[in-house]
DNA sequence: CTAATTTCTTGATATTTATCAAGAGCCAAT
DNA sequence: ATTGGCTCTTGATAAATATCAAGAAATTAG
């Protein structure tokens, strides 16, 4: 029951075929959305077994965090997987003399350390949240059932994790390509709304510039 | 019979067993080889199945192309994957008044647009030949006869994959974190061969800098 | 081997971005 | 409401990197 407000399911499609990529969208996605998952889930499988989407929804848990809590701590395991259902996490490596915002998920989107999630490692991010945030969570063993238990599971999971390649990939892109204005302006353009919601710094690290630089470039854009 | 020679195939590790991650790189590969792939099947299936790997290798056709000639060319779509058994390819994309090298490839490695090969669309980069190049490629068609054979594939090739999702990662933050000497120094430690192989201003773009600042960081570096 | 072409280096200069420092604005807790 | 602590802005300056132009070195083609 969980997650079926999300999973919008529509029985169409009624032949199994093969999932189109998003519109390739430069830069504004990293973990990916569970409308997302679902389109892909319903694209791949046909129609959606509505048993097996019960099942998935069943494995995840209701959490929540306090603004300021951890969600991962770098050097941790990350045994967890979660969906935003409402709040943001700020993804970061703390250096010795500063912390490196790598990325901000927000309300709809996927967080983990996915090496860590997937390979048991230490975890090489810290993940913080930036208010209070309330997430779908599934451990790591529950999630392994969900393999076992819908055979074409891993292709699927494939699918969805080449997506996010592709997005790091284009984001490797806009650094070898785009001045730090470029990058903002956009970023800017396809998510206005973070704009408001976080610290700028974090924005500005994450976009590879200083909070100086990064306000410089705001305030030439609103003139 | 192909590819048995770089299949390095030990029957040892009789448990199956979690693979484990391969040292953390950073930023030293992209796509990634053909041992690290058998260390993962390997360590995935536990013993190798002789069969499945001869199916694997018969798949793979022995193909070449002279320098200059392109592997693929954006806008196309990808119907190959190839393993490169000797030479170098460089993937980059021209924009109006530039070429920007996203990555070069080289002897070991796999190569193709994943995106464009997982979703047939058309590829974002070129990937053309800086030398005389000796490949085993498996067309779509047949890799995707793999998945259908060998039970376990998706779920190994979902591990491969977030392995590349992880280098693609370190390499975005090293564009957060480095100066460009800082990067420099870095994919030096790590790729000096390169350095005599292939032109240094593609190195330059693909470490996000312009020829001349690389070669004055080069100089530097030198004395 | 030689000529043509490409690649690399170097210098001068411009532009972009970072750094440092100070103050202003904004929130949140008391 | 007031205080304290963040966060953002602004200015002055420094450092990093890009651009443009020319020549040197290396490579390739004939």
Redesign the pocket.
Known sequence: MLLLHHLQIKNENNNKKQPKPLPHSHLNHYYCTMSELITYIQSYFGVVQEKDVELIASLFKKTSIKKGEYFLKSGKNSNQLSFIQEGLLRIFVATED?EITQWISTKGYFVTDLSSFVFQTPSRWNIQALSDTELYTINRDDYTKIGQLIPAWHELEKLFIVRCFIILEDRIFSHLS??????YQFFFAHNKELFNQ???????SML????????????KQ?S
Chains 1, 2 share one sequence.
């Open positions: 500063k785009m001045t730090a204005e470029e990058r976080v610290p700028l710094q974090y924005i500005a590879g510039m200083t909070p100086e630089t990064f306000s410089r470039i705001r305030k609103l």
